[in-house]
């Protein structure tokens, strides 16, 4: 798979389908192309009959060409800015030249033209520093979208996941594809870190588990404050989205919240790649959110806490399903 079909396959997962919410600003939109730049590419249908094929060329010609994604050097960096611009056209160029003026002393202009100079100086600077500037100016563009326009305040956490999304799928972006002896796993950095108040009974099994799990796996969730468990009791009632718990993190807590003994209890997990003949292979998201991986990563998680005598409970066995879900008892 070459550089931009992984960057449509990731963005196509990221957009979704069809969609015609009212409150959206881009009215009719199908696998991320608003109508409007549909028209402009010549199609005459019905955007619920939109081709992923038709979708596909106006990602290439108008984004990734468009933009000289092409000639950008670091795959990771290429796909940011492509995901920006697709959710919200040249700003995601421009903010690639503020970040790249904050960075160093290239003294871009910030016209959203990805230009000879602009090329040069992105494809000198260090890829994860730009990164990390680069979604940090995502995340304001998106929260001042909302202070400019309350009616896009729906919109938010939605967006802001969008970059956490991201950086989450580049961090696994260089383990793909490499070769390994050993069928051993070991978490990044940002497992770790969401590991970082988490009691260190639950730590203990999980970096046990790591190692010789049946399929990689990264922590997606660990200690919650009560406005982040607040927030997420939000989705499915007053914020789009199903329901994903029944504690609200104040009458009702989450074993995520921090306790009396300064620990969360609880941790969420997310299956990512499997080593296979040797090679590391990421999973693409349909691939990662399965029942069976995560039963086979349970059994074994709880096989681990057992041979250390720590009494941990899968989510799982629970009545209201939480596949992902791993807490102290």
């Known amino acids: 798979m070459n550089r931009f079909e992984k960057i449509f396959d990731y963005l196509l997962k990221v957009e979704g389908g069809y969609s015609n919410d009212k409150n959206d600003k881009g009215g009719k939109t199908k696998y991320g192309i608003i109508e409007e730049e549909a028209r402009d590419f010549g199609y005459k249908g019905d955007m619920q009959d939109l081709t992923i094929d038709f979708a596909k060329n106006i990602y290439l010609?108008?984004?990734?060409?468009?933009?000289?994604?092409?000639?950008?050097?670091?795959?990771k960096v290429?796909?940011?800015?492509?995901?920006?611009?697709?959710?919200?056209?040249?700003?995601g160029t421009k903010n690639a030249q503020i970040a790249i003026n904050q960075l160093t002393n290239a003294n871009l202009d910030v016209d959203g033209i990805i230009g000879n100079k602009t090329l040069e100086a992105l494809n000198a600077a260090d890829p994860e520093k730009f990164l990390e500037v680069y979604h940090n100016l995502q995340r304001i563009y998106y929260k001042g979208k909302v202070e400019a326009d309350r009616t896009q305040e729906r919109f938010l956490t939605g967006w802001l996941n969008r970059v956490q999304?991201?950086?989450?799928?580049?961090?696994?972006?260089?383990?793909?594809?490499?070769?390994?002896?050993?069928?051993?796993?070991?978490?990044?950095?940002?497992?770790?870190?969401?590991m970082e108040k988490v009691h260190p009974k639950l730590v203990e099994v999980m970096k046990t588990a790591i190692t010789d799990s049946p399929y990689d796996f990264r922590i997606t969730d660990g200690?919650?404050?009560?406005?982040?468990?607040?927030?997420?009791?939000?989705?499915?009632?007053?914020k789009p989205g199903r329901i994903v718990t029944n504690c609200d993190g104040k009458k009702a807590k989450s074993n995520h919240q921090i306790k009396a003994d300064g620990y969360g209890h609880a941790v969420d997990i997310f299956p990512c790649g499997v080593i296979e003949n040797g090679v590391y292979r990421k999973f693409t998201s349909e691939e990662g959110y399965d029942e069976k991986k995560l039963k086979l990563i349970a059994n074994h998680i709880l096989a681990v806490a057992k041979s250390k005598n720590i009494n941990i409970e899968w989510g799982g066995n629970w009545k209201m399903n939480d596949t992902p879900h791993f807490e102290l008892k």
């Open 165 to 194: 999304r991201k950086e989450e799928y580049l961090k696994d972006w260089d383990k793909e594809n490499t070769v390994t002896e050993n069928k051993k796993y070991s978490f990044a950095q940002s497992s770790l870190d969401k």
């Open 61 to 75: 010609k108008k984004y990734y060409l468009g933009n000289k994604l092409d000639k950008v050097v670091n795959d």
């Open 78 to 91: 290429a796909l940011s800015i492509c995901d920006w611009a697709v959710n919200s056209g040249r700003n």
């Open 223 to 238: 200690a919650r404050t009560t406005e982040e468990q607040f927030a997420l009791y939000q989705i499915g009632r007053n």
